[in-house]
């Protein structure tokens, strides 16, 4: 498999997502520690939707269809969880409101 080969494969689209998650966490981790304010972690998903899209059409115009097709799995997990995550959030701040 040549370089070229290896770079258009969904591993090597998951593997670009997953870092650029990873990044963005971390500094939004900084952030929150920086200024002790946790409401920076519940901007990662507009982060996300700002680079992950941008991420996958750039490796569709590079010709690498199948990276694209990893990023696109990454940002459908990456949106579910940022979901199941912002609702569980939800919820437990609701249900601690009651008490």
């Given amino acids: 498999m040549t370089h070229a ?14 870092w650029r998650n990873v990044t963005v966490l971390v500094l939004l981790l900084g952030l ?18 700002l680079y992950l899209p941008v991420t996958a059409f750039r490796e569709r115009r590079r010709g690498r269809a199948l990276a694209a097709k990893g990023v696109w799995i990454v940002v459908g ?23």
């Fill in 5 to 18: 080969e290896a770079e258009d494969s969904v591993a090597h689209g998951v593997k670009a997502a997953v």
């Fill in 32 to 49: 929150t520690f920086l200024h002790r304010d946790p409401s920076w972690l519940f901007t990662i998903g507009i982060f996300q939707f």
């Fill in 77 to 99: 997990v990456t949106f579910l969880l940022s979901a199941a995550t912002c609702t569980g959030a939800i919820l437990v701040t609701a249900a601690m409101g009651d008490h």
